[in-house]
């Protein structure tokens, strides 16, 4: 999440980076647009600018997992899973994944739904079958609707997903 994002800024309660390989302490701002994008769209403010999200006085943690490039190891991901848990998020968003099931991944989501979070992850961006995190079983898996309430062509699809919602064209910070 950009951290000085007027949208968001004010909901922003803190943030961590574990990317290339464990915490890598408060360097989290974003520096590909993809999460200060999916924030907005939960929480940006009522502020009279840019947009409003769906929630607008929610607040806010960073999680770097992935690089500008959109790109990170399935091990930062699983690490900002367990810190999210161990530090009292309610809710984890990932948009993320591949399809590439690992041991230690579901693990973490597991160790996280144990302790109360609610993992919500998109299914994918390839049309075909639901990739991970999205496709274990303690995590909801999201597919994109375009406007006319259809799956978006490159939304994942199977009998995995369990939510869909608007996810072409969306408005966002």
């Not at 259809?150 to 919602?165: D, H, M, T, W």
């Amino acid at each position: 999440i950009k951290k000085d994002h007027p949208d968001l800024v004010d909901n922003i309660k803190g943030g961590v980076s574990f990317l290339g390989g464990g915490l890598q302490g408060e360097d989290w701002n974003d520096d590909s647009g993809h999460g200060t994008h999916v924030a907005g769209i939960v929480s940006a403010r009522d502020n009279t600018i840019g947009v409003v999200g769906v929630a607008p006085e929610t607040d806010l943690y960073a999680v770097k997992v992935l690089g500008a490039d959109g790109k990170g190891s399935l091990i930062d991901v699983a690490l900002g899973i367990y810190w999210a848990a161990d530090n009292g998020m309610r809710v984890a968003n990932m948009s993320l994944g591949c399809d590439c099931d690992a041991s230690y991944l579901r693990d973490a989501v597991d160790y996280a739904f144990q302790r109360g979070v609610v993992l919500v992850a998109a299914t994918g961006n390839t049309g075909g079958a639901v990739g991970y995190p999205a496709a274990y079983d303690s995590v909801i898996a999201g597919s994109a609707t375009n406007n006319d309430d259809s799956l978006a062509f490159f939304s994942s699809r199977g009998p995995k997903v369990e939510v869909a919602a608007p996810g072409v064209n969306i408005n966002s910070t």
